[in-house]
């Protein structure tokens, strides 16, 4: 099983999805199965939550394969801005 | 060769108002992801069918390849593909849970 890291997954996210903020955490204590993902990228604009999710899954097809288990966010540059935890 | 058809799938769906593929079953959940569908619906007071994907490779590759989306669990509203366990529970925070299910004569 090919595992993945945070930081790939990151870099791939940020390439694909011309992402101007990406927070990838890996949750399955290192062994590369389990990931939860924020992004926020001005792709999102317009579009609604399952419109970002495939663009985000679609970004992430070939890793989703062997990856059991990912959980994402999705923010426009605007939303992310006016986030109160932000 | 998958012997759950598009055509079986597409009945599946619209069954019932609320049409949940998951892993176990809402008694016996068998996924945290799954759980957390079971437990929003249960929230909003929702009866749905469910659909064990552990039960059979065909309707969980089946369910995969109709709806083109990777992951377990999968929500159907009105047969309609909603999304995973991400976008339920958005949907629950934001309220906009609420509206669709009112659309289809769920009140929650």
Redesign the interface.
Known sequence: MTSYTEDYLKQKLTEKLEATHVEVIDESDGCGGKFSALVVSPQFEGKT??QR??LV?SAL?EE??TIH?????TFTPKQWAEQPTN | ENTVTKEDLEKLVKNNKVVVFMKGDPEQPRCGFSNAVVQILRMHGVTYDSHDVLSSDDIRQGIKDFTNWPTIPQVFINGEFVGGCDILLQMHQSGDLIEELKKVGIKS
């Open positions: 939550l399952i999710h495939r899954n097809s989703l394969k288990a990912f959980s994402q966010k």
